[in-house]
Nanobody, 114 residues
């Protein structure tokens, strides 16, 4: 199983980034896909997740700014991040979960400068 994130980088506050996570080795369509992030000295937190049917949820701090989506034909999940803030700076991880099975990507760094 591989989850490979891309799209991170350095952006100024107010800017946008789009993260992508390509999955292989799983039946992508049945997995709930999520984006987590971990800032230095903080615990990893769930940012957004999307179910196999497209239902999504978000942590309060990103509601209205971030949008999670998935393309089952491409085995890919996306996180569109708009109006980025310095507090969004973290390593962002892709997660695939179904039942007791869970897989993680290696992470991609997002840095938002003020």
């Amino acid at each position: 199983v591989q989850l490979v994130e891309s799209g991170g980088g350095l952006v100024q506050a107010g800017g946008s980034l789009r993260l992508s996570c390509g999955a292989s080795g799983i039946i992508f369509s049945i997995y709930r896909m999520g984006w987590y992030r971990q800032a230095p000295g903080k615990q990893r937190e769930l940012v957004a997740s999307i179910g196999s049917g497209g239902n999504s949820n978000y942590t309060d701090s990103v509601k209205g700014r971030f949008t999670i989506s998935r393309n089952n034909a491409k085995n890919t999940v996306y996180l569109q991040m708009n109006v980025l803030k310095p507090d969004d700076t973290a390593v962002y991880y892709c997660n695939a979960r179904v039942g007791t099975f869970a897989y993680w990507g290696q992470g991609t760094q997002v840095t938002v400068s003020s």
